[in-house]
């Protein structure tokens, strides 16, 4: 292995120093940023304040009518009106009209009590970072007594399934107070999202996935909650640059497990290393879908290639831990010449990723991390401001950071 671990990249803009916070003008620019900014505020949106639990003013109507009951009994009693006998089923017709308001009532603040929120996910199967930060969301609700009801899709990364999940939140809107969405195949899916929004009428935090470029296309009940991906890329992109120049490679040959998911972070790390080496070598495998068995059949045989022209492969960059950690199968598996001093980096920052980042065993070295718990707790936070008609940014920054050894 070449010695030496790279500094940590911080993911702090230039020229701004460690301990400096971001602030927002009135222009919706950040000002100034640093290491320990958590989010980036863009353009305020107000919600309207929400509108009455459903059945209240039927529970109004009814504990009038029975006041106004038990008020015309006590006038006519005192008239001597009714001071001759009356039938015994009277008594249990007004004892049952004075004690319905009551009942009523008690029944509506308990159907009050047990919020709900959806979450309609993209993927879960094997999908690790997804996994952890379901149970960190479902914590951060539950200490507000809020329910969280998922809605797994059928396929991973289907458009077909997603669009499934959100006519059914539809058909169901009046159990929700709100919810999350993390969106697949986002072009494809937009017009599917702003008509779903529109005709819940619930607030909604979209999350993981940017689904619109433009901040005007949002509606007005939906926000941004996340990492960018080409954030993440590009950030991946300058610790490559750093740990290969301190290595003094003059043309690297630097491979990119993909998903058309977050094609941004591909794309965007590419940018990155071309621009320090525009001869760079550059290959990119888009179709492994965050699958660990697919990023080990992609790594070992561009291994192969490598050792058949009697190359070599510098680095390796897997857009999720997950297809991270075939690499590393496949490169110890492989144990080429040609790959013998390749590095990988990652993408989410799951523990088993960090786990064997720690212990300086393996070619995995960095992970660019998506703090799950972080996530959950800022989106958590959003959409309970938006459940009680407050302001909210239309779109909610986290900034990613580089976990990696030595670190």
């Not at 610790?239 to 491979?255: C, E, I, K």
């Amino acid at each position: 292995m070449r010695g030496g671990s790279p500094p940590g990249a911080q993911g702090r803009p230039e020229g701004a120093a460690p301990g400096q916070r971001a602030h927002a003008s009135s222009a919706s620019t950040v000002v100034q940023a640093g290491r320990d900014v958590t989010f980036t505020v863009e353009q305020h949106v107000h919600h309207p304040p929400p509108s009455w639990p459903r059945g209240l003013g039927t529970t109004a109507l009814v504990v009038l009518g029975g006041g106004v009951l038990v008020t015309g009994a006590l006038v006519l009693l005192r008239a001597g009106v009714l001071t001759r006998a009356v039938p015994a089923w009277t008594a249990v017709v007004a004892v049952a009209l004075g004690a319905a308001p009551a009942l009523l009532l008690r029944r509506s603040r308990r159907g009050r009590r047990t919020r709900q929120v959806f979450l309609i996910t993209s993927a879960f199967r094997q999908k690790y970072w997804v996994a952890d930060f379901l149970q960190r969301l479902h914590g951060v609700l539950d200490r507000s007594g809020v329910d969280l009801v998922l809605k797994v899709p059928a396929r991973d990364y289907d458009a077909a399934a997603q669009a499934h999940h959100l006519r059914r939140v539809l058909a169901s809107a009046d159990r929700y107070a709100g919810g999350f969405v993390v969106a697949t195949e986002v072009h494809r899916m937009q017009a599917d999202l702003v008509e779903f929004c529109a005709e819940l009428g619930l607030p909604v935090v979209f999350t993981d996935i940017e689904p619109f470029d433009d901040v005007d296309r949002y509606p007005d009940n939906a926000a941004f909650v996340g990492y960018l991906s080409h954030e993440i890329g590009a950030l991946a992109g300058r610790w490559l640059v750093s740990r290969l120049q301190r290595w003094g490679v003059a043309r690297p040959h630097v491979l990119v497990v993909a998903s058309r998911e977050h094609a941004d972070r591909q794309a965007r790390c590419a940018e990155v290393v071309r621009e320090t080496w525009p001869d760079a070598r550059l290959v990119i495998q888009d179709d492994c879908a965050f699958s660990r068995s697919r990023a080990y059949d992609a790594v070992l045989a561009e291994v192969r290639r490598v050792a058949a022209r009697g190359d070599r492969l510098d680095a390796v960059f897997c857009t999720n831990d997950e297809m991270a950690l075939g690499a590393v199968d496949a490169l110890r598996v492989a144990n080429s010449p040609a790959t013998g001093e390749a590095v990988v980096i990652g993408v989410d920052g799951v523990l088993e990723a960090r786990a064997l980042i720690d212990a300086g065993t393996s070619p995995l070295r960095a992970t660019v991390v998506q703090d799950s718990h972080r996530l959950a707790e800022s989106a958590a936070h959003v959409l309970e401001r938006m459940c009680k008609g407050r302001a909210v940014a239309r779109r909610t920054v986290l900034e990613p950071e580089v976990h990696e050894a030595g670190a």
